[in-house]
């Protein structure tokens, strides 16, 4: 089974930047992360889960939400075994956890991903 594990969260001024990286755990040999495409979500205490951004296996289908359209970058690296989150410009309503997903489609929705991480917290706060 795919185990995922999100890191690079931390605390950040507004206007700051952030890297998380959502890798395959070592714990689960011969499952890569190119075999399958990679969502970020996040959510926020009292909302709900959201997604971020999404990469499809080929790399060909990239998807942002709205919100950071312009300031995130999602990106992977075969080689590595990890897929990226680059996020710039941060603002407060950034805040939250973020979660990686693996699953078959590209797609901000939760529904369609089948393995989760732990999460990583993000604040973004003077």
């Known amino acids: 089974q795919l185990q995922l594990v999100e890191s690079g969260g931390g605390l950040v001024q507004p206007g700051g930047s952030l890297r998380l990286s959502c890798a395959a755990s070592r714990a689960a040999p011969g499952f890569t992360l190119d075999y399958y495409a990679i969502g970020w979500f996040r959510q926020a205490p009292g909302k709900e889960r959201e997604g971020v951004s999404c990469?499809?296996?080929?790399?060909?289908?990239?998807v942002y939400a709205d919100s950071v359209k312009g300031r995130f970058t999602i990106s992977r690296d075969n080689a590595e075994n990890t897929v990226y989150l680059q996020m710039n410009s941060l603002k407060p309503e950034d805040t939250a956890v973020y979660f990686c997903a693996a699953g078959p489609i590209s797609i901000l929705e939760a529904a369609p991903y089948d393995y989760w991480g732990q999460g990583t917290q993000v604040t973004v706060s003077s």
């Open positions: 990469i499809s296996r080929d790399n060909d289908d990239i």
